[in-house]
């Protein structure tokens, strides 16, 4: 008797652990401060930024640079939703996570004609292509940029109610609504991903990693595997990237599509917490958070530091933080490997 | 005498895979020794390990009766042991004469081989010189392999599988620079599979099998029965 | 902005020799806006040269180039401003430091992780590119600079149909010549054939008393030689500022990729296809000028994957 398993003594408990947080996550407006709130939604959307980052180059090999494209195409058809078509800002959030899979389409294309490292700078370039062209559109403010218009931010959706709800102003009831969304948006991806990793797609997609070739002498459609990572990853960045901008309001071409905001530091959370592992990236972003918290003053010389640290995790600790301690007291909470249980092996 | 070049208990792995259990071997100035042994049997990591492309214990190669297990191949080469990669692995990027110019890169002063000499030695190489090395026939790119090797006059060289997917003819051609070679003052390790090519040249014999030294005999002395046990394990 | 220095002056011909026919002006408008354009393009070309380098011998793609080039440009700036030196000498001096420092990031910290797996050397010359950008904030603070070149600045040489800028001259020039010696130093010396041999096969080169390593540092101390050339060029044409490394690295990964992987001489066709888009777009709308570059190289992506002018051997 023999079976195949994934599950691990720490999987489970983190698996009870982790409905245990999503509860306290949907309940925690109820007695957290406001500052609170929004730090929190600073970190689930982060958060999500560096999974999907991790799916795609960490799982699937796909170094991409270019990840603001998606961000600030999402803002901004967010913005287009509210501005243009007088939508709602929440449910203009979707067309957020639209735009950017239809970006994602031509930017494959190109990108994926190039090898290796040079696919990371095909995708920077096409998102400076879409930042140019968006600068262009003086609707949304062209280069300087705009601001949602008061009445759109006044009645969104629900905000009235938790405001209601929570007995507190609609600017903090809006912050809740924000960070709700942050932790459905949140949890929802590495849902996504961790079944994702456990299904056959996702031993195809390390199988592409490893060895593209090999991959498909066995069978594997190398091409379409990536092709559905990389949009899904897309999609799910667009939707963050126009959440992210539902709650600041504020667009301006450099601030949406920063490299240094939504590429370099979501990089530097997968790389300093562990890349190709869920675990990574939330153990990154808490020290993200960190670091951010009490050296952000310290503006480009913390930037400098930052850059440093992730070179030296990269010399020293490729698999990050959360490489050390797997390796220090083998634990997964998100195990995908695949481990043979011999039951008969018990008795004899 | 010392040993130009003596293995102790020379062990190698590929991450879990153990591929040569302790092999002792030793080769004197101007011998002529061949290494014999069925595929798998760690000829060829055996030449790894001796070039320094897998480092080992530091004591578990010695030259001249000092340590150079755990040096890079290129300090490996320095001192004078040369190599003929399985498989020619000539660079395609470089001419025939700039395959042979690079064996030369680090010479040994006050050898007999030069770009003349290596011309002398085959000179078909001559009139092919500015042909891409990867554009020759395959004997030919061995002759190439051959030469550039002898570019840095070494007083070892090492062989691996010269005779590898060539013609009968081709082989005997080849063949027919070892004296020359020798002449020159250098010690050979032939790895080989051909065994009566081997018994012809050598001056001793290794038998390989399972990354084990399983018989070691003056080649004179060497009787078929001996070579089909250590080849192929004992008769049961 | 770099190219505004070599936009053309197409106003100021209107006057000369009377009232020329509408579409003869426009002609000469045109003529020039190529000229300035295939100039701007050595520019870029010095820029691409270095990262094709390292890229040919190495496999690897540093994304700190822009940031090395925008750091040589000040350190040559600061050479200028202390010893009161001419901005040529002044690179002369820069050159070998620049050199000391490829060789060293290369010895002791690219050589650890350049391998099969890219992700290493992409993620440590990422953060190497944010910490020297932030490094240079701090240090030269968000202030446009200048290399002063004097006379040299505003020179340029009449050809008739077109007038010329001296220094875009000079600075296709030397990327002209720049290339020649690399390319002879390729195919020509000792360390050009452990170049090539060591891209083609390092474990066999190192079988040849080749350090595949000690290649690897080399190849990259030249490249910076290059970036310190680059450099020279770009501060004493336009304004530079701490942040605009990222950008050169653009345009010097599209020159090389236009070029194709491996050719030199490719790269500054490659480089002159990007210089001329641009001046083009800029001429229609200035606005338009990076992002004409940029879709320059997308087309040529779409039409030849390879690049114009891809090496047999890959």
């Given amino acids: 008797m023999h079976k195949v398993t994934t599950r691990t003594r720490a999987s489970t408990v983190a698996g009870l652990a982790a409905v245990a947080l999503v509860v306290l996550g949907l309940v925690l407006p109820a007695f957290a401060s406001r500052s609170l709130i929004q730090d929190l939604f600073f970190i689930l959307t982060m958060l999500t930024l560096a999974q999907l980052w991790n799916l795609i180059a960490g799982y699937g090999g796909m170094v991409s640079v270019g990840q603001q494209a998606f961000v600030g195409i999402g803002a901004y058809a967010m913005f287009a939703g509210v501005i243009l078509w007088g939508w709602d800002p929440v449910p203009a959030i979707l067309l957020g996570g639209v735009a950017a899979f239809l970006l994602a389409i031509p930017m494959a294309f190109f990108a994926f004609r190039l090898q290796g490292a040079y696919f990371a700078i095909g995708t920077w370039v096409i998102a400076e292509v879409t930042r140019l062209l968006v600068a262009q559109w003086k609707t949304l403010g062209g280069g300087t940029g705009t601001s949602l218009p008061r009445e759109a931010t006044s009645d969104i959706i629900g905000v009235a109610a938790i405001a209601e709800l929570f007995g507190i102003r609609d600017a903090a009831a809006r912050d809740i609504l924000a960070y709700w969304l942050a932790l459905a948006l949140a949890v929802g991806t590495m849902a996504a991903i961790y079944a994702l990793l456990r299904s056959r797609t996702g031993l195809a997609l390390a199988a592409v990693r490893d060895n593209d070739n090999a991959a498909r002498s066995v069978g594997v459609d190398a091409q379409r595997v990536k092709w559905l990572v990389f949009l899904s990853a897309a999609t799910m960045t667009g939707l963050v990237g126009a959440l992210i901008y539902v709650q600041t309001a504020r667009i301006s071409p450099d601030a949406a599509f920063s490299v240094t905001n939504w590429t370099a530091y979501v990089i530097f959370i997968a790389v300093i917490g562990g890349i190709g592992r869920l675990e990574g990236p939330i153990l990154g972003v808490l020290v993200f958070w960190g670091l951010q918290t009490a050296f952000a003053d310290y503006g480009s010389w913390y930037l400098l530091a930052l850059g440093l640290l992730a070179i030296v995790t990269m010399l020293f600790a490729p698999r990050g933080l959360w490489g050390l301690i797997a390796d220090r007291w083998g634990i997964a909470l998100f195990p995908i490997q695949r481990r043979l249980i011999l039951e008969g092996a018990r008795n004899g | 005498m010392t040993p130009i070049l003596e293995t102790r208990g020379l062990t190698a792995a590929y991450g879990q895979f153990k591929a040569l259990f302790g092999i002792d071997l030793a080769v004197s100035p101007g011998e002529c020794v061949?290494?014999?042994?069925?595929?798998?049997?760690?000829?060829?990591?055996?030449?790894?390990?001796?070039?320094?492309?897998?480092?080992?214990?530091?004591?578990?190669?010695?030259?001249?009766?000092?340590?150079?297990?755990?040096?890079?191949?290129?300090?490996?080469?320095?001192?004078?042991?040369?190599?003929?990669?399985?498989?020619?692995?000539?660079?395609?990027?470089?001419?025939?004469?700039?395959?042979?110019?690079?064996?030369?890169?680090?010479?040994?002063?006050?050898?007999?081989?030069?770009?003349?000499?290596?011309?002398?030695?085959?000179?078909?190489?001559?009139?092919?010189?500015?042909?891409?090395?990867?554009?020759?026939?395959?004997?030919?790119?061995?002759?190439?392999?051959?030469?550039?090797?002898?570019?840095?006059?070494?007083?070892?060289?090492?062989?691996?599988?010269?005779?590898?997917?060539?013609?009968?003819?081709?082989?005997?051609?080849?063949?027919?620079?070892?004296?020359?070679?020798?002449?020159?003052?250098?010690?050979?390790?032939?790895?080989?599979?051909?065994?009566?090519?081997?018994?012809?040249?050598?001056?001793?014999?290794?038998?390989?099998?399972?990354?084990?030294?399983?018989?070691?005999?003056?080649?004179?002395?060497?009787?078929?029965?001996?070579?089909?046990?250590?080849?192929?394990?004992?008769?049961? | 902005m770099l190219s505004h220095a070599s936009l053309p002056h197409a106003g100021g011909r209107m006057g000369r020799g009377g009232i020329l026919p509408l579409c003869e002006v426009v002609a000469m408008i045109w003529l020039d806006v190529l000229v300035q354009g295939i100039l701007l393009g050595g520019l870029y070309a010095l820029f691409a040269a270095g990262l094709s380098l390292v890229f040919g011998i190495m496999r690897l793609v540093n994304l700190a180039h822009g940031d090395l080039i925008v750091f040589a440009a000040f350190l040559i700036l600061v050479t200028v401003n202390l010893l009161g030196l001419n901005p040529f000498l002044s690179a002369l001096i820069a050159a070998p430091v620049m050199f000391a420092l490829g060789w060293a990031l290369q010895r002791f910290v690219l050589n650890r992780v350049v391998g099969k797996d890219i992700l290493p050397p992409l993620l440590i010359t990422f953060g190497l590119s944010v910490a020297l950008q932030n490094g240079m904030l701090e240090v030269f603070s968000a202030d446009s600079q200048r290399i002063r070149a004097g006379a040299l600045e505003s020179a340029s040489i009449n050809l008739g149909v077109v007038t010329i800028g001296t220094l875009p001259l000079l600075t296709f020039g030397s990327a002209v010549l720049a290339i020649f010696i690399l390319n002879r130093i390729f195919y020509t010396t000792a360390i050009g054939r452990a170049f090539r041999a060591t891209s083609d096969d390092p474990v066999t080169a190192s079988l040849m008393g080749i350090n595949p390593r000690g290649v690897f540092a080399m190849a990259t101390g030249l490249a910076m030689v290059i970036v310190t050339l680059a450099a020279l060029y770009l501060g004493m044409r336009a304004n530079f500022d701490p942040s605009i490394g990222p950008a050169r690295l653009i345009y010097a990964f599209e020159a090389v990729i236009i070029g194709g992987l491996g050719s030199l001489w490719g790269t500054l066709a490659g480089g002159a296809i990007i210089g001329i888009a641009q001046t083009v777009g800029a001429q229609i709308n200035p606005e338009w000028q990076i992002l004409a570059g940029h879709l320059a190289f997308l087309a040529v992506l779409i039409i030849r994957p390879r690049g114009l002018f891809p090496r047999a051997v890959d």
């Fill in chain 2, 34 to 236: 061949a290494i014999i042994g069925a595929n798998g049997a760690g000829k060829t990591t055996l030449m790894r390990s001796i070039t320094g492309v897998l480092r080992n214990d530091p004591g578990m190669v010695l030259h001249r009766g000092e340590p150079i297990g755990d040096l890079p191949a290129d300090q490996v080469m320095q001192r004078g042991i040369a190599m003929v990669p399985e498989g020619r692995k000539l660079f395609p990027s470089l001419s025939v004469e700039e395959n042979l110019l690079i064996g030369g890169q680090v010479r040994r002063g006050g050898g007999r081989w030069s770009l003349d000499t290596i011309y002398q030695l085959f000179p078909i190489l001559k009139d092919r010189r500015h042909s891409p090395g990867t554009a020759l026939s395959g004997g030919q790119q061995q002759m190439v392999a051959i030469g550039r090797a002898l570019m840095s006059n070494p007083e070892l060289l090492l062989c691996d599988e010269v005779s590898l997917g060539l013609a009968p003819v081709v082989i005997r051609d080849i063949y027919a620079a070892l004296p020359a070679i020798r002449e020159a003052g250098a010690a050979v390790v032939i790895v080989e599979q051909d065994i009566a090519r081997a018994l012809s040249v050598a001056d001793r014999v290794y038998c390989l099998m399972e990354g084990r030294v399983t018989l070691h005999a003056p080649a004179a002395e060497i009787s078929r029965e001996a070579i089909h046990a250590a080849y192929f394990g004992e008769p049961t």
